[in-house]
């Protein structure tokens, strides 16, 4: 099993910015890709940004393409979101994720962290 330990979340004004920490325990495993996902109350949980074993690989959702960046420690085993130009609309829960090798959809989550964005 891998436990996975979100922190960062707050509430900040729009423009502002703030930065999630993931932090990875347990079983781990090499390949890894590690991503970040939001719900909003009443809205699916959507993709927001997400990061391979290869530290160049990256992928974003167009709402946060040039405001966020996803990270990971030289460790593999801890992943940050800065986000950066924040708007209300990127209030929700904010959950980290984990996908093995080799599996079609992410394996692990974390609890979430709440990010409010007020205008």
């Known amino acids: 099993q891998v436990q996975l330990v979100e922190s960062g979340g707050g509430l900040v004004q729009a423009g502002g910015s703030l930065r999630l920490s993931c932090a990875a325990s347990?079983?781990?495993?090499?390949?890894?890709?590690m991503g970040w996902f939001r719900q909003a109350p009443g809205n699916d949980r959507e993709f927001v940004a997400a990061?391979?074993?290869?530290?160049?690989?990256?992928d974003y959702a167009d709402s946060v393409k040039g405001r966020f960046t996803i990270s990971r420690d030289r460790a593999k085993t801890t992943v940050f979101l800065q986000m950066n130009s924040l708007k209300p609309e990127d209030t929700a829960v904010y959950y980290c994720?984990?996908?093995?090798?080799?599996?079609?959809?992410?394996?692990?989550w974390g609890q979430g962290t709440q990010v409010t964005v007020s205008s």
């Open positions: 994720a984990v996908r093995i090798p080799g599996a079609g959809q992410y394996n692990y």
């Open positions: 347990g079983r781990t495993f090499s390949g890894t890709t």
């Open positions: 990061i391979g074993w290869n530290f160049g690989n990256t």
